[in-house]
């Protein structure tokens, strides 16, 4: 498309009605503009942005930039990442969608740096991403030494750094690689301890393990639910032989932090008075942020006394679970879980 009917386009659609212009700006971020048009409909969508008073609109506009090495003002890139590690629903998604299509500045690498310890799962490797297109090698290392000793990196899926460093100079290439590696070996053992443990069960009894589902001494139901009974804390378990395997269901009660479901990320919170929580967050205002720190457990933290929060790999979920039970009881919860369908 070219300039002028590209900004005939983008004056209607900021003037049209909002239910319009978020499916139309939705469809202009797809359309092929000319190669020498792109900057300067860009700059037409950061100055609209710029105007713009309604966050949301502005994140739209923005996210309609065509794809490539643009670059944004630092407050309005600040403004992204901000948003993005925020991590709140839509917003965030979009945020990060927006720092996927722009090439960051090196003061925005350098924020986006420090947000790895807090970063949400799903938005690392657009993290990772940003700062390799940035270019700065210096920042590049940056991450790579992060990576290395930060578990956020177990969340990244096989073959994930090998491919992004694949045209990086050899020395951070093989550096990738050393890291992928150490992932792997970890996921191996884990994978291995059980197999093993499951060739030594015999048949359970789905009915028993409905009853240590539901017992104290377990308390499975305090966060899950099955059929009508339980909280709802963890995933609804009521269909969940229907989708998972014998090894990761089994993995998932003797291992509970080796792979965390979407949607029930855990994080860590360090308090000026020096305590340690680890909970899954449930709600959050301007003053208070609350904590599931177990079944029964909910820790409400004035934000003021928060010295540092970051993205934790321990699930909420009980650890130890191989030693609480018998061979018995674990195939008896393993014959109600594969039978829930
Ligand atoms: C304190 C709350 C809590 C308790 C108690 C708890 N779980 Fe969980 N469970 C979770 C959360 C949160 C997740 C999702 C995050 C994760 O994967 O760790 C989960 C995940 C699971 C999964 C994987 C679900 C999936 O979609 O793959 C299974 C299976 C499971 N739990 C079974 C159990 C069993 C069996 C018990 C009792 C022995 C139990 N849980 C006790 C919170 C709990």
Redesign the pocket.
């Known amino acids: 498309m070219d300039k002028n009917r590209s900004d005939q386009l983008l004056i209607w659609i900021k003037k049209c009605p909002e239910e319009i212009r978020t499916v139309a700006l939705k469809h202009f971020s797809n359309i092929n503009i000319d190669h020498d048009n792109a900057l300067a409909v860009t700059q037409r969508l950061i100055e609209l942005a710029d105007n713009e008073t309604d966050p949301h609109v502005r994140l739209l506009l923005l996210n309609a930039i065509p794809k490539g090495n643009f670059t944004l003002p630092t407050n309005i890139e600040t403004e992204i990442i901000n948003r993005m590690q925020r991590g709140e629903g839509a917003s965030a998604t979009i945020a990060s969608q927006i720092v996927n299509r722009v090439k960051i500045s090196p003061i925005a690498s350098n924020l986006l740096i420090e947000m790895m310890e807090s970063c949400q799962p799903q938005y690392l490797p657009v993290v990772i991403e940003a700062i390799v297109k940035c270019g700065d090698s210096e920042a590049v290392t940056v991450v790579l030494n992060k990576l290395q000793h930060l578990s956020i990196s177990r969340t990244l899926s096989p073959g994930y750094l090998t491919n992004t460093f694949r045209n990086a100079p050899e020395s951070l290439r093989k550096e990738a690689q050393k890291i992928e590696e150490v992932i792997e070996a970890g996921d191996q053992d884990i994978r291995q301890a059980v197999s093993r443990k499951l060739s030594l069960l015999s048949e359970g009894n789905a009915l028993r393990g409905l009853q240590?589902?539901r017992s104290s001494k377990?308390?499975?139901?305090?966060?899950?639910k099955m059929g009508y009974v339980g909280n709802e804390?963890?995933?609804d378990?009521t269909r969940?032989g229907k989708?998972?395997t014998q090894e990761?269901?089994l993995e998932?009660?003797l291992y509970?932090?080796s792979?965390?479901?979407q949607g029930?990320a855990?994080t860590k919170i360090l308090t000026s008075d020096g305590q340690i929580f680890n909970g899954?967050i449930t709600s959050e205002s301007d003053n208070n942020i609350h904590l599931?720190l177990?079944?029964d457990r909910v820790e409400i933290i004035p934000k003021i006394s928060v010295e540092k929060r970051e993205i934790s790999l321990i699930?909420?979920?009980?650890h130890g679970?191989a030693e609480l039970?018998s061979d018995q009881d674990l195939a008896d919860?393993l014959a109600l879980?594969n039978a829930a369908k």
């Not at 377990?218 to 899950?224: E, K, M, N, R, T």
């Open positions: 240590l589902f377990l308390a499975c139901s305090g966060c899950h804390i963890g995933p378990l969940i989708t998972r990761a269901l998932a009660i509970p932090s792979r965390i479901e029930y855990t899954m599931q177990s079944a699930s909420i979920m009980p679970l039970l919860l879980l």
